[in-house]
């Protein structure tokens, strides 16, 4: 049960190296800003991306579509956001959300999780035999 434990945590850890990879090449040298969500794109029946406008370091206004769809969290349009935004490119912006801000929070808590139950289910097992 360890050896288990220990590739799922081995798993998320390399799943969490991969996402912050993945999010740090998506908005590189992020800036904070705040923006407003103001439509949204349907791309099928079932994906929905919001649309967000902010202002950038200049007081320029961008509008951009999120690169990721409304799963988790759920905006309506007028909804203010955190928003991170490439420096070097403005329109590589997406909305900061939980997730990402605490993505290696929520790893941990996941490898916390996957290791205390592992422990849970030895030390009941130890107790049965």
Not at 44 to 60: A, H, I, M, T, W
Not at 98 to 122: E, K, M, N, P, Y
Request: hydrophobic residues 45%; glycine residues 6%; aromatic residues 10%.
């Amino acid at each position: 049960m360890k050896v288990v434990a220990c590739l799922v945590a081995a798993a998320c850890l390399f799943a969490g190296a991969l996402l912050d990879h993945a999010y740090t090449r998506s908005t590189p040298e992020a800036v904070p800003a705040r923006g407003t969500v103001v439509d949204f794109v349907r791309r099928n029946s079932k994906q929905l991306y919001p649309v967000f406008e902010f202002q950038d370091l200049d007081g320029k206004t961008h509008r951009v579509v999120n690169s990721t769809q409304q799963a988790l969290f759920r905006f309506a349009a007028g909804d203010p956001v955190a928003i991170a935004y490439s420096r070097a490119d403005p329109e590589r912006a997406r909305i900061d959300t939980f997730w990402f801000d605490h993505r290696w929070v929520s790893a941990a808590l996941i490898i916390v999780v996957t290791v205390l139950g592992g422990a849970f289910r030895q030390g009941a097992s130890r107790s049965d035999g």
